[in-house]
């Protein structure tokens, strides 16, 4: 007998069954569920609650929110066709910090930076004119001038102390802890695209893919820059935005928020965001993570404070802070309860003694 062939046999009828089972119970058609489509791809009305009255199911929804179009965008890279210029030139800033170090550098190191330039050009070119070999038949010998010395060991100090002070006082601004009242929210770095977790929110997180060209141009927006969902963050209100690594190295960089933030596997990573305009900013991964490093932009989209929470709103599991702080309010108040039937009787009996006795 070939028991191999009858175990066969069974294992593919039990397969067979459990086959049939699962297509029994499964879902099918318009009630079947999207399971490829992130859950954050919803962006306009959204239902929020529903019940029963007089048989009739009674639906509630939210007020629609609508995302920025291409006329918005603020944070880009210009192409040297356009303007030639300004493609060498660092992105509009749109934080402090960023209007701080633009200010540093166009100001401080490129005027220290030129003066120096010219100054060792200028010495080179004396040097090469009133010391060469046709002018100077016999080699001067003189050495050890104190005075050349002391200037040349004084000034490159000066200079060091010069950019040193406006260099220390932007790092101590980019890292100064977030305030009390700064809104959580973590950037997940994966292979290859972005997640944002809004941890102050209820938690939910939104996937962040690349469109495909035909998509990003239709939609009038750049081409390996456009995201299917985009990181909303509100204006004027300072973000703790933590990073991290989900499997490799990561960095988290836009340039026109003057923000880079290595996203590091089994480390959290912060710093301070607050932004200043509302609009789109554009960023990307800026640390080599694999095949598709060069696939995982980050578009960032700035509104304001009402418009970021109506957007809240519409995610699953998406809660405002009113709400949240509501929620706790309640939790945290004292309950009344109850007396027990047998306490409410002997009160009652104790009440009756009390007045028979007067």
């Known amino acids: 007998m070939d028991f191999g062939k009858i175990a066969r046999n069974k294992m593919q009828f039990l397969t067979m069954l459990a086959a049939a089972f699962m297509v029994t119970i499964a879902p099918t058609g318009a009630a079947a569920q999207d399971i490829s489509a992130p859950a954050s791809t919803v962006d306009a009305t959204e239902v929020v609650a529903e019940s029963v009255a007089d048989g009739e199911v009674v639906i509630e929804e939210t007020g629609g929110f609508e995302h920025f179009g291409p006329d918005r965008i603020l944070g880009q890279p210009v192409a040297a066709e356009e303007d030639f210029w300004g493609s060498m030139q660092f992105q509009p800033q749109h934080t402090a910090n960023g209007d701080y170090a633009l200010w540093m550098h166009d100001y401080i190191l490129i005027p220290v930076i030129f003066a120096i330039s010219i100054f060792v050009l200028f010495l080179l070119l004396w040097v090469v004119a009133r010391y060469r070999r046709a002018a100077n038949q016999v080699p001067s010998k003189t050495s050890h001038n104190t005075l050349i010395e002391i200037i040349w060991t004084v000034v490159p100090v000066i200079i060091l102390v010069v950019i040193a002070v406006p260099s220390i006082t ?189």
Not at 182 to 204: H, R, S, V
Not at 258 to 277: C, H, Q, S, T, Y
Request: hydrophobic share 45%; with cysteine; proline share 6%.
């Open 170 to 358: 932007l790092l101590a601004r980019q890292y100064q802890a977030p305030p009390e009242d700064a809104i959580t929210i973590k950037a997940n770095g994966y292979q290859w695209y972005w997640g944002y977790e809004y941890l102050d929110n209820g938690g939910f997180e939104v996937i962040s893919n690349m469109l495909d060209e035909g998509e990003a141009l239709s939609a009038g927006e750049p081409h390996q820059l456009a995201v299917d969902n985009r990181m909303v963050v509100p204006v004027g209100v300072p973000i703790r935005l933590q990073v991290f690594g989900a499997d490799v190295i990561h960095s988290f960089a836009v340039p026109s928020l003057w923000f880079k933030m290595d996203a590091v596997p089994g480390r959290i990573n912060e710093k301070v965001l607050l932004i200043e305009e509302e609009g789109i900013y554009y960023g990307q991964c800026m640390e080599l993570c694999g095949a598709r490093h060069g696939y995982m932009p980050i578009a960032v989209e700035a509104r304001s404070l009402e418009d970021y929470n109506a957007w809240v709103a519409t995610q699953p599991g998406g809660m405002t802070r009113a709400q949240i702080e509501a929620e706790e309010a309640a939790a945290a108040a004292p309950v009344e309860e109850a007396p027990v039937e047998g306490e409410a009787a002997a009160e009652e009996d104790m009440a009756v003694e009390a007045s028979e006795g007067a």
